[in-house]
């Protein structure tokens, strides 16, 4: 994954992918989360979503530096009441 995400060269789909990672409740080692940071820019903040439908204001999301202009009630699932948590297993075995 770290490949084609360094081969697109975008900070910002890096940080919004951590953002939803974090969000969706993905188990992230720390390998996996210093390779990402690695790939923002220093000093690089962006929004979530699209300024001239959600405005700029809203809270700044750390480590991936995603301002949250997007309500969690339209990014998550009505049902949704708690963060599901995933592992991905190591490549080559089986879960």
Known sequence: MRDYLQKWGSSALVQRLGYFLD????DLTKKVRTNLSKLILPQSKIQLG???KWGTAGKLIQPW???ENVPREVLLP???KTRRRMIFSKKGRNP
């Open 23 to 26: 969000l969706h409740g993905v």
């Open 50 to 52: 699209p300024r001239q």
């Open 65 to 67: 530096n995603v301002i």
């Open 78 to 80: 009505k049902e949704e």
